[in-house]
Structure formats: structure tokens, C-alpha cells
């Protein structure tokens, strides 16, 4: 069965301190994994697409990889702004045309 | 680009009602997509829309219906309401290949009373 995984649920980081959160997947064929940041009340928006294991990618303080099992975003000092819901979705298996997404990681940056 | 658009933002239905939320999609994009959100929960896919066709459908019950229109704008049609329904509804836009990156709107607040 398809799964995906998001840890941890919870995350309050100082403004500064470094962090990854994880995205870890069991599915029968990954097509293409994708990180979406969502503010309370707000649809989720597009961060990264990642393909193949070892692609990685950076937009500003943040940083996607992907490896066979899991997929992690590194925050590089954050920001109180930083502060969202991020979510990790997947198309799991070849002729499934929809995201699968995980429960996501609220993430909160003290100032 | 006003993006992917939805209508209304927030709702209130009673029990046993109907309600029709909209999409437009980004400029561009010929595919549009449902998801429902629980509180605390990641997106759950309801159906696809493309070429005026469902797609593909997850897993909901009859009561939730679609349509895609010539212009590939979309509505999401709800029966007989149930408090359960009560939920963030959104709508993502794509292009192309089923790999391609989806944009979503800001979602509907629907509640059920």
C-alpha cells in the first residue's frame, strides 16, 4: 500500500537554528515528489519538484533532496516568516494522474 | 496571472443541502483537480478534470460531481450535504504531462451546520 510519511508532525526552531523535516514514501513507482509550503487558511504553494534520487534543489533559505526512501528539506537559518505547514505529495504509481500527499510538518520559527 | 482562482472563499450550508464551489485555472493550464482538506490533515484527492472528461476519481462517494467547462474552468458540485463535508476544498491547476507541477488556489471554507 502507498504511503507517505511526514516527521516530525511539530517543529519550533529559533530564528537561526538549522533544521531538516523528513518525507519518507513507500510506492510501487515514484513519478515525481513535491514540497508545497501552506499558511493557515491558505490553498498550498508550489516549493520543488524532485525526480530522481540524488536531484536536489534550493530556493533561498530552503533545500529539497531526494533519495530512494525519503525526500528532505533542509531550512537554512529561518525566519519567523518561514513559520507554515509544509507538505510533501507524490503520483505514486505510473497511470495515476493524482497527488498523494502527507499529514505535513507545522513548522514555527520563535523570534 | 491571477493564478488559480476559487469562488466562494467561505460557505456555510445546512445538512442536506447542495453547493456548487468554482475554479478557474492558471492561464495555460488545461487540467483542473479536486482535493478535500480536513483540519490538520494533508489534501485528499476527489477527481480530475480534463478535455471536459473526469479523468480520474479518488475516493468519494456519489454525491460529489464536477464538470470542466470549454474555457477549462471547473465546478465541484456537493449533495445532500453532511457535517463530515465540512472542510477546505481545493482546487489545483496543471499542464501537460501528469508529472507536471500543480498550482492550487487559496480553497473554499466550507461548513456544515
Known amino acids: 500500500e502507498d504511503q507517505v510519511t511526514q516527521s516530525p508532525e511539530a517543529l519550533r526552531l529559533q530564528e537561526g537554528e538549522s533544521s531538516s523535516l523528513n518525507c519518507s514514501y513507500t510506492?510501487?513507482?515514484?513519478?515525481?515528489l513535491f514540497w508545497y509550503r501552506q499558511d493557515p487558511g491558505k490553498g498550498p504553494e508550489f516549493l520543488f519538484t524532485?525526480?530522481?534520487a540524488g536531484e536536489e534543489k534550493e530556493k533561498e533559505r530552503l533545500k529539497a533532496t531526494l533519495t530512494k526512501k525519503e525526500s528532505f528539506l533542509h531550512i537554512t537559518a529561518p525566519k519567523p516568516e518561514d513559520s507554515a505547514t509544509y507538505l510533501c505529495?507524490?503520483?505514486?504509481?505510473?497511470?495515476?494522474?493524482?497527488?498523494?500527499f502527507g499529514t505535513g510538518t507545522r513548522l514555527t520559527v520563535i523570534p | 496571472d491571477a493564478g488559480v482562482t476559487q469562488s466562494p472563499t467561505h460557505l456555510i450550508k445546512t445538512r442536506g443541502q447542495q453547493v456548487t464551489l468554482r475554479c478557474s485555472p492558471k492561464?495555460?493550464?488545461?487540467?483542473v483537480s479536486w482535493y478535500q482538506q480536513a483540519l490538520g490533515q494533508g489534501p485528499q484527492f476527489i477527481f480530475q478534470?480534463?478535455?471536459?472528461?473526469?479523468?480520474q476519481r479518488g475516493n468519494f462517494p456519489d454525491r460529489f460531481s464536477g464538470h470542466q467547462f470549454p474555457n477549462y474552468s471547473s465546478e465541484l458540485n456537493v449533495n445532500a450535504l453532511l457535517l463530515g463535508d465540512s472542510a477546505l476544498y481545493l482546487c489545483?491547476?496543471?499542464?501537460?504531462?501528469?508529472?507536471?507541477?500543480?498550482?492550487f488556489g487559496q480553497g473554499t471554507r466550507l461548513t456544515v451546520v
Open positions: 505529495a507524490l503520483y505514486p504509481k505510473t497511470g495515476a494522474n493524482n497527488l498523494f
Open positions: 478534470y480534463y478535455e471536459e472528461e473526469e479523468r
Open positions: 510506492v510501487s513507482g515514484l513519478r515525481g
Open positions: 489545483a491547476s496543471s499542464y501537460g504531462t501528469p508529472r507536471a507541477e500543480a498550482f
Open positions: 492561464s495555460g493550464h488545461d487540467t
Open positions: 524532485l525526480y530522481s
